[in-house]
């Protein structure tokens, strides 16, 4: 008997090796994007399912819009590594992992296409719907792991993700003159920032000390939600846009 993809979208399978149980009692409620940043796709399903690379991922989404299931969704893919979103650190137990062929910044980084894209998005929509994932859910891969990663980067198309019902968004603030906060400055301000980036789900401390780990938080956030101007600044732009993003999260209760 052929074995089924979970998904209803045209999908083959690529079955990995690399896959445990998920741990505790967690639902899944998470997507995390990535990009392959390999110089080829052959070689980045090669590696993903390649048993002494201890890496994988639930889907990978090739150029052409080819989806290949690796790992069932209900087992835990080893694609967020050291990560965090929200108070939560085992990632990989509550979240599908979705690695998109480019090359990535050390080979080459490029638009991704639109078959491609038009893809993910698809895939996220069926799986946000099948497990009730809400759209402040489907994260960057940067976003969980500020600190080590920047994929999928700038750019990837969230605005047009958002367009289809997939993922939080809203339009960035303008970039422009203005006070700013960087990497050595102290104070409430910069608590303020903190305070902010913690409360959508970064990991970071409320310290008052802009360093260097407020900076790769920044620097994510900036990816993700304000891709013109990718350097680690809060900028009044950034934060204006988190204020935002914050504002426009659904209201518990």
Not at 14 to 21: A, T
Not at 93 to 120: K, L, M, T, W
């Amino acid at each position: 008997m052929a074995v089924k993809t979970d998904t209803s979208l045209p999908a083959r399978l690529q079955p990995s090796p690399n896959h445990g149980e998920r741990r505790g009692d967690m639902p899944i409620d998470m997507i995390v994007l990535h990009y392959t940043g390999m110089q080829s796709g052959e070689l980045a399903i090669r590696r993903l399912c390649d048993p002494r690379s201890e890496v994988s991922a639930h889907y990978i989404v090739d150029e052409d819009g080819t989806i290949l299931q690796c790992v069932p969704e209900a087992r835990r893919a080893w694609h967020a590594g050291k990560a965090f979103w929200k108070g939560e650190r085992d990632i990989n137990s509550r979240s599908i992992g979705i690695e998109i062929v480019n090359p990535g910044h050390e080979f080459g980084y490029r638009p991704f296409p639109d078959a491609q894209v038009a893809a993910v998005t698809d895939l996220c929509r069926d799986i946000c719907r099948r497990h009730g994932i809400p759209p402040e859910r489907v994260l960057a891969h940067s976003d969980v792991s500020a600190d080590r990663k920047e994929d999928p980067g700038e750019l990837f198309p969230w605005a047009r993700l958002a367009g289809e019902g997939v993922g939080h968004w809203v339009e960035p603030a303008p970039t422009g003159s203005g006070r700013y906060f960087q990497q050595g400055e102290e104070g409430q301000p910069v608590e303020a920032l903190q305070s902010m980036l913690g409360l959508y789900g970064y990991d970071i401390a409320v310290t008052g000390v802009f360093d260097r780990k407020t900076s790769d938080a920044v620097r994510a956030f900036q990816r993700h939600f304000r891709p013109e101007r990718v350097d680690g600044i809060a900028d009044m732009s950034t934060i204006a846009t988190l204020h935002s993003l914050l504002s426009a999260l659904p209201r518990l209760g």
